[in-house]
């Protein structure tokens, strides 16, 4: 089974386009510490989640003890749930295997994100694998993905509409096993990507904290099979007194909204 | 004292701009472990390099036992001599922090290299500290740099230009801390990057395994001084039967050529 099917069959089954971010960032947790790290991630992994996605760089904070804590969060993640590892990785070819190597078999995480930036040959160890997914960055839900991201190219077309394009026709045209990274900040870039691109799932952050809509994100950016958006929601959850409870409310607002355009 | 006053320090004191590249790939392990991953760079650690370039990815792929040996090899490094630790991140803001944190705190290194496709506000948390180095990519040394980085832009210009004058004309105004990757197996984008940054310091793999030409390399792209470009070499000394002697027989190479320009 692939990633992409994977992931299908879990947010049918679930009826859930959400998915919960696993950021222990040190100024939420009980403990600054990697065992901090680790509790803060065990109480928020629950039932109503379509998938998970723990964001390396707060372990990797606390060094080769916040990577175990990492390794000990995913051993907790219940096989049929797909793992997102946001880790941003990208790098020439013999690195990115590397990369590959510790994200698909020492974490068996089942989708890794990854930057466009050195092209599509440090893409390829992550792409090769046709069981496993990759979210590739095109249009970020941060101001500074105005910087590169949008810059207009002489046929008119902004750079992350290029990205998406490349992708899809080239870097992931064999297995077709790629995602992309389109924050729910920019809903004008969103549409225009899924008007190239029907089919693709999106990765879309940017909701809660970030200040995304979330209405005009779906309105825009769901597929006609009211899929095709994964939506990661963080601090919006790890911040609730009661996170499951939120990620049930945030669950119920997404399908309220996909049941209501 | 800054990561460039250090590294110009180092240069001249040591009279060698040659970069040791500390790639534990599994394929040169004699034991394909983190212990492994360690002792081989134990091995390569000597006197001649005016810097050590670990690569993150080499490690991480054993895990935190890896991650470990990260921590142990660069205890291993002398305090006057400038670590680059290659792992090529780049988030939105508050990620990115934690991996400054992890970079420059936890393991102690000196610079980074980032990447710059999530724009200035990712790249901050790497920058805010002025004793730091941020190595931003720029033109890396792949094929696959044409995807993306050599894009041409309207103004005629391709996106790596407009990477490197963004760089320092904006996101590393205050401090002036960055550098930037730039292959040696581009000597034409090179030659334009020096043209348009006289003063600033290139690190500039594709020495050696990846076919660049040292020659030409310095030729466009030293600095007046004879300083300004970092050359990272991995395989090429790590396979060496004797590699402190061909970290020696390099260096020699390097100054041979800067004299002779």
Redesign the interface.
Known sequence: MSFFEKLTKRAKEIDSLLCVGL?P??SELQEDSAEGAFRFCQHLIEDVACAFKP?A??F?????????A??RTLQLIPKEIPIVL?A?????????E??A??AF???ACDSITA?????????QPFLKDASRGVWV?CK??????????A????TGEP?YL??AK?CFGTWAKEHQNAGLVVGATDVDAMEKIRAALPDVWFLSPGIGAQGGDLAKALKVGLREDGLGILLPISRGISKAENPKKMAETFRAEINALRAAR
């Open positions: 950021d960032h040190k964001n760089a707060f990797e904070a606390y060094g080769s003890a916040g990577w175990e990492l390794q946001d941003k990785r990208g790098d020439i070819g013999s690195t990115s590397a990369y190597t510790s078999s020492t974490l930057s466009p930036y050195l092209g599509g040959d440090g893409l960055l970020t839900s941060n101001p500074g993905s105005q910087d590169i991201q810059l207009e190219l002489p750079l290029h990205v490349l």
